[in-house]
C-alpha cells in the first residue's frame, strides 16, 4: 500500500515516491488530515486484502497505547519471538500453538509508551532458526521473503504496518529487507533491550526495525529518542567480499556508479584475519544456539524443526575451547575493524547473495550480514534501483556511529530515487 498527498491509496509504490508509510501517516496525524483510528483501519483493510496470500501476521489484535509521544496513532508490528501481553507469542512453532504472553517485552513497552499502536504479531521461522514459515514474499509470493523476521519484513513491504521490530543473530532483518524491498536497521548491539525476547545465541542477538524508506527509519530513530548526527562522506567498498549472483553484481556496480559523484568512494583492504570472521561466527552460533535450544530438542526432538534439530546435535559436539577460541577471535578482528573504521568510516557492500531465492524451503543465504552481527555494528539496508525482484544495499559503520549511517542512509535513498 502507498497512500498519496491526496490521501489516493495505491496498491503498489510509484516510482517515484519519495515519502514513506510511516512519514506519511506522521504527515497526516500533524495536519488532521486523518486521525489515528482512520490511520489503523487503512492498515487492518490491507490485511484483509493481502494476508490470506502473504501470511505475514500470527494474530492481528490492535492494542490501545498506554502513554502519548511521537508515536501516538502509528501502527507497528511485532516479531512473534518478542513476549506481547494477552497476545499470541508462539515462537514460530507448532509446540507453542495457542500459547499468549503474560507480559510485554521491554522494546515494545517502549514503543506503546511513545504512543505507538501494537496491531498484533508477524510471523517467525521456527524459534528464528531456518526453517521457514509460511510468509510469502509481497513481491512475488512464490518466492521466500526471508527469514527468520520474514512476517514483519513482508508486512512492511505490503504496507500494513508502517513500521515492524524484528531481531538479527546472523542476517535475519538485513536480509528480508534486501528481500523484501524496504529499509532493514540493525542498530549498534545493545541499543534496543531483548529483554522478553526468545533468545537464540546470546552473543549474537540483536533487535532491529523495518520501515518502507530510509528517511522513515532516520525519522523512527530521532523519534525514540536518539540524537541527530551528521553523516559521514567517505564510502569504501570492502575488497573481500563473498561472491554474489549477476543481478546482484549489476545492480551493486550500478549503485555505485550513480553515488560517486556525491561520494568519495575507494576500495579498502579488509584486515588480515577478517577472512576468519565467518567461520568464528559460526562456532559461536551453533555452540549457543544448541544449548539455548538443547532441552526443547531433548524433549521433542525434530519437531522443534528438521534445520534446528540438526544444529543442536552439531552445536552439543563444539567444545568449550573451541567455543573461547571463537570468541576471542572475533574480539581481536572488531580491534582491527575499530581501526579501520577510523580512516574509513562506512563499508558499502551488497544486502544479500541476490535476489530472493524461488520457494519457501531456503530463507536464503545471511554471508553478507553475518561479519556485522558478530561485530555488534550498525548495518542498514536500502533498496536499489532495478528490474525484477529487490536487492539492497548495505551500508555498515563503527559502534555508536548509528545516527551518522541512517542519516548517510536517508541521502544515499534520495540520490537513488
Known amino acids: 500500500m502507498w497512500l498519496a498527498d491526496d490521501g489516493t491509496v495505491y496498491t503498489d509504490r510509484p516510482v517515484h515516491a519519495k515519502v514513506g508509510l510511516l512519514r506519511q501517516f506522521v504527515d497526516w496525524l500533524e495536519t488532521h488530515k486523518r486521525?489515528?483510528?482512520?490511520?489503523?483501519?487503512?492498515?487492518?483493510?490491507?490485511?484483509?486484502?493481502?494476508?490470506?496470500?502473504?501470511?505475514?501476521?500470527?494474530?492481528?489484535?490492535?492494542?490501545?497505547?498506554?502513554?502519548?509521544?511521537?508515536?501516538?496513532?502509528?501502527?507497528?508490528?511485532?516479531?512473534?519471538?518478542?513476549?506481547?501481553?494477552?497476545?499470541?507469542?508462539?515462537?514460530?512453532?507448532?509446540?507453542?500453538?495457542?500459547?499468549?504472553?503474560?507480559?510485554?517485552?521491554?522494546?515494545?513497552?517502549?514503543?506503546?509508551?511513545?504512543?505507538?499502536?501494537?496491531?498484533?504479531?508477524?510471523?517467525?521461522?521456527?524459534?528464528?532458526?531456518?526453517?521457514?514459515?509460511?510468509?510469502?514474499?509481497?513481491?512475488?509470493?512464490?518466492?521466500?521473503?526471508?527469514?527468520?523476521?520474514?512476517?514483519?519484513?513482508?508486512?512492511?513491504?505490503?504496507?500494513?504496518?508502517?513500521?515492524?521490530?524484528?531481531?538479527?543473530?546472523?542476517?535475519?532483518?538485513?536480509?528480508?529487507?534486501?528481500?523484501?524491498?524496504?529499509?532493514?536497521?540493525k542498530p549498534s548491539v545493545g541499543l534496543l533491550s531483548l529483554e522478553g525476547a526468545l533468545p537464540f545465541a546470546p552473543s549474537l542477538d540483536t533487535a532491529g526495525l523495518f520501515t518502507q524508506t530510509a528517511d522513515d527509519m532516520h525519522w523512527l530513530w530521532t523519534a525514540i529518542g536518539h540524537a541527530e548526527a551528521t553523516p559521514k562522506r567517505s564510502l569504501a567498498i570492502p575488497s573481500l567480499m563473498p561472491p554474489v549472483e549477476p543481478a546482484m553484481e549489476v545492480a551493486f556496480r550500478r549503485t555505485v556508479e550513480r553515488l560517486e559523484p556525491q561520494f568519495s568512494i575507494s576500495v579498502v583492504e579488509m584486515p588480515e584475519r577478517f577472512a576468519e570472521l565467518s567461520g568464528a561466527t559460526n562456532v559461536i552460533f551453533a555452540y549457543e544456539g544448541a544449548r539455548t535450544h538443547e532441552a526443547r530438542w531433548r524433549e521433542h526432538g525434530e519437531r522443534i524443526g528438521p534445520k534446528l534439530a540438526r544444529l543442536v546435535e552439531e552445536g552439543l559436539r563444539i567444545t568449550a575451547d573451541q567455543y573461547h577460541a571463537a570468541l576471542i577471535t572475533v574480539v581481536e578482528i572488531k580491534r582491527q575493524m575499530s581501526r579501520l573504521f577510523g580512516q574509513y568510516p562506512v563499508l558499502v557492500t551488497p544486502a544479500a547473495p541476490g535476489p530472493a531465492p524461488e520457494g519457501l524451503h531456503s530463507t536464503g543465504d545471511p554471508v553478507m550480514n553475518l561479519p556485522w552481527t558478530a561485530l555488534g555494528v550498525p548495518a542498514i539496508s536500502v533498496p536499489m534501483p532495478g528490474l525484477g525482484l529487490p536487492l539492497g544495499l548495505q551500508l555498515v559503520s563503527e559502534s555508536g556511529t548509528d545516527s551518522s549511517l541512517l542519516a548517510l542512509a536517508a541521502e544515499v535513498e534520495s540520490l537513488l530515487q
Open 35 to 185: 486521525s489515528a483510528d482512520e490511520l489503523l483501519e487503512l492498515c487492518l483493510e490491507r490485511i484483509s486484502t493481502r494476508d490470506a496470500q502473504l501470511h505475514a501476521w500470527v494474530q492481528v489484535s490492535p492494542q490501545p497505547a498506554p502513554g502519548k509521544g511521537p508515536l501516538s496513532g502509528i501502527p507497528f508490528g511485532v516479531k512473534d519471538i518478542f513476549e506481547t501481553c494477552d497476545l499470541a507469542t508462539e515462537y514460530g512453532s507448532a509446540l507453542y500453538a495457542g500459547r499468549k504472553g503474560s507480559t510485554d517485552a521491554a522494546l515494545v513497552t517502549r514503543f506503546r509508551k511513545l504512543g505507538a499502536v501494537l496491531m498484533g504479531k508477524t510471523h517467525t521461522t521456527a524459534f528464528a532458526y531456518f526453517d521457514a514459515a509460511p510468509t510469502r514474499n509481497p513481491h512475488n509470493p512464490a518466492h521466500t521473503p526471508g527469514g527468520s523476521s520474514s512476517g514483519s519484513a513482508a508486512a512492511v513491504a505490503a504496507g500494513m504496518a508502517p513500521f515492524a521490530l524484528g531481531t538479527q543473530t546472523l542476517g535475519s532483518v538485513l536480509r528480508p529487507a534486501s528481500f523484501c524491498g524496504v529499509v532493514g536497521f
